[in-house]
Nanobody, 122 residues
Framework: QVQVVESGGGLAQAGGSLTLSCAVS????????NGWYRQAPGKQRELVAA???????NEPDSVKGRFAISRDNAKNTVYLKMNNLKPEDTGVYYC????????????????WGQGTQVTVSS
């Protein structure tokens, strides 16, 4: 069994930065893909960034250049560094984990965290 726990959310001003962490416990080294998703009120959950265990990343144009996903295998943790935050980045951010490398493209993850709130004020 794999557990996924997010942390690091909070309140930031526009133009500021936050770093989210996703601790993956259990069979971490069987996890070959991790993704960060967000859901704003009244909107569907959307991909923010995803990464394979080999370091291949999938970052949508909406965040490319502002957000960066990384994975620290020594700490069993996946990070999302968010810079130049905008009010439209506000939402609940979820971390996900999958055994399949292809999940970074398909969005088919096996495990999800409970989410962490990010609020960006203008």
């Amino acid at each position: 069994q794999v557990q996924v726990v997010e942390s690091g959310g909070g309140l930031a001003q526009a133009g500021g930065s936050l770093t989210l962490s996703c601790a993956v416990s259990g069979n971490y080294f069987a996890i070959n893909a991790n993704g960060w998703y967000r859901q704003a009120p009244g909107k569907q959950r959307e991909l923010v960034a995803a990464i394979t265990s080999g370091g291949t990343a999938n970052e949508p144009d909406s965040v490319k250049g502002r957000f960066a996903i990384s994975r620290d295998n020594a700490k069993n943790t996946v990070y999302l560094k968010m810079n130049n935050l905008k009010p439209e980045d506000t939402g609940v951010y979820y971390c996900a984990a999958a055994f399949d490398y292809g999940a970074i493209w398909s969005g088919k993850y096996d495990y999800w965290g409970q989410g962490t709130q990010v609020t960006v004020s203008s």
